[in-house]
């Protein structure tokens, strides 16, 4: 883990002010491009969805967008099981189930297809950053209305001066860095 949090420090840029004053974004972009630091998160990432003697404990991996489609997928490919995304409103072109929540800095709406996610099914939430926790805890309600059960999240970075973990109650988290 020594080489995922060193990965962290040396790869995600902080981005002041933007997407507005007074928030700094956290830029994992040269994370992404570096194939050895981008391995080795994945494969971390993708420890919340292994049991203790790891094996397999989900049957799909969840993507918010749009940081979260890029980390969720190789996590899903790494556990060999399916990759769902969870998109904005109005992306989606069959019928879904929305769930609107508050961000650090607005409001925003999630979706995914009803039939997304068989009843029953254990899913892990892949995100980037848990900051608020409003995108999670829609997430989660989100794979509970599909009738699935929330086994977990994983993100690279946990904001942990902001309400995150309070928002998403008793959902197992890993952060494998916090600011």
């Given at each position: 883990m020594s080489d995922v949090t060193e990965a962290l420090s040396r790869l995600?840029?902080?981005?002041?002010?933007?997407?507005?004053?007074?928030?700094?974004?956290?830029?994992?972009?040269?994370?992404?491009?570096?194939?050895?630091?981008?391995?080795?998160?994945?494969?971390?990432?993708?420890?919340?969805?292994?049991?203790?003697?790891?094996?397999t404990a989900v049957d799909l991996v969840l993507g918010m967008e749009s940081r979260g489609f890029i980390l969720g997928a190789p996590v899903a490919l790494e556990l060999g099981v399916g990759f769902v995304p969870v998109r904005k409103e109005g992306k989606l072109p069959r019928e879904t189930h929305t769930e609107s929540y508050s961000l650090e800095y607005g409001e925003a709406t999630l979706e995914i297809h009803t039939d997304a996610i068989a009843p029953g099914s254990r899913v892990l939430l892949v995100d980037d950053v848990l900051a608020t926790g409003g995108t999670m805890a829609a997430t989660r309600r989100l794979v509970e209305s599909c009738g699935g059960v929330a086994h977990g999240a994983a993100v690279l970075l946990e904001l942990s001066f902001l309400p995150g973990r309070e928002a998403i109650g008793d959902l197992p988290l890993l952060a494998l860095g916090q600011v």
């Open positions: 995600v840029r902080d981005v002041p002010d933007y997407p507005e004053p007074g928030i700094v974004y956290k830029d994992i972009t040269p994370l992404l491009a570096d194939h050895g630091a981008l391995t080795a998160v994945v494969h971390a990432l993708a420890a919340a969805g292994r049991d203790d003697d790891g094996r």
